[in-house]
């Protein structure tokens, strides 16, 4: 949410393009966000100790590998199916590699509280 906030300058200029839904189904887009968080750390807890790293270091790792899944993939996705100006998608990209790594730098110190 942050990060569409900061971006909105950004996608301003496209926002009269026929692609975006008016408005966004924020419900929606929720409990989207809440089911992926919730696949996202049982992969995390099923994997965690094959990881490498420690400490935060391990969830850097895993918010790479899941960058590389989750992010890039899916910019890929967009690349292909619908016509956005190139700009919005390397934005899109960068923003959310920058926030899975972020969010999932967390996972470590939370990960260890919780088996505790």
């Known amino acids: 949410m942050i990060v ?3 971006t ?7 926002a009269n393009l026929t692609i975006w839904k008016t408005p966004p189904n924020i419900m929606a887009g929720t409990v989207f966000n809440l089911i992926n968080g919730m696949i ?11 990881l490498p790293g ?6 850097l790792n895993y918010g790479i590998i899941v960058s590389l ?8 996705s967009t690349i ?8 919005l ?3 899109s990209l960068i923003t959310g590699c920058v926030e899975i790594i972020t969010v999932h730098c967390s996972f470590n110190p939370v990960w260890k509280i919780v088996s505790t």
């Open 54 to 59: 420690t400490n935060w270091r391990k969830g």
């Open 40 to 50: 996202l750390v049982t992969v995390y807890s099923v994997i965690y100790t094959g």
């Open 69 to 76: 899944f989750r992010v890039l993939m899916g910019t890929f």
């Open 89 to 91: 998608t390397i934005t």
């Open 4 to 6: 569409a906030i900061i």
């Open 80 to 87: 292909v199916m619908y016509n956005i100006p190139l700009t």
């Open 8 to 14: 909105i300058p950004l996608f301003a200029e496209y």
